[in-house]
């Protein structure tokens, strides 16, 4: 584990302080109320509590959701519903996405009722001003109220193979995405964009976009040099 100081622009080893080490970690998330980073192994659903300032691992008893395939799920945390949210995505297996939500204090997980967009990959992220969890990739772009368990597929202009651009950014895989609360607005990072549909050919891109949800509208905030 490495801490990172945007002041200072320097990296930082967090030392060992013995214990439990987790095997393997995929999907992480910052959990305010605790301060702590929460990490998921997908290959068994056992969530990981790490405390920076004691440099320790916890793990929580009870071992969460898996559907075999895991490492496409997304994992953020939602501080108006107060838990973590974990999006389970089959990626080409034929059963459909689930939404579950955690509950650090009591370690208790529920399955939701709606049933997400079915994405293919994406990222998430939280959108602390709209209040809404925003997932995003290769052409789908969908919000979800987690108090109302709603989610909403929001919809794009065409373009060269999915349902996006001119006024946003071209469909993509591999993207960086997250919450910008200076802004309050997602920001999207780069990735790989399909150049040719019928060779499945994908293109590195290094440009940056910013998404609105209340307005539903895409800023270039860095074109892409590639």
Do not use: C
Not at 43 to 58: H, K, M
Not at 86 to 101: F, I, N
Not at 199 to 209: E, L, N
Request: zero cysteines.
């Amino acid at each position: 584990v490495w801490t990172y100081s945007v002041e200072g622009n320097t990296w930082t080893p967090r030392p060992w302080s013995g214990g439990s080490l987790p095997p393997m970690l995929w999907h992480n998330t910052y959990e305010p109320s605790s301060g702590n980073v929460i990490a998921r192994d997908p290959a068994s659903g056992d969530l990981w509590s790490y405390s920076v300032g004691a440099s320790e691992w916890t793990r929580f008893g009870k071992p969460g959701p898996i559907n075999g395939y895991g490492y496409g799920d997304l994992m953020t945390y939602d501080t108006a519903l107060r838990r973590l949210v974990l999006v389970l995505m089959p990626g080409l297996q034929a059963m459909p996405s689930q939404v579950w939500t955690f509950e650090p204090t009591s370690g208790s997980w529920t399955r939701q009722r709606a049933v997400p967009p079915q994405f293919e990959t994406g990222e998430i992220a939280y959108d602390q001003s709209a209040q809404r969890i925003v997932v995003f990739g290769n052409g789908v772009l969908a919000t979800y109220d987690a108090t109302k368990d709603r989610w909403a597929t929001v919809p794009l202009p065409r373009s060269l193979s999915h349902p996006l651009t001119g006024a946003g950014p071209l469909a993509r895989i591999n993207l960086t995405m997250v919450y910008d609360p200076v802004n309050e607005r997602i920001v999207v990072l780069g990735g790989e964009v399909l150049t040719s549909p019928s060779q499945a050919t994908w293109q590195p891109v290094d440009d940056v976009w910013a998404y609105k949800v209340a307005s539903n509208t895409w800023t270039e905030l860095v074109p892409s040099r590639q």
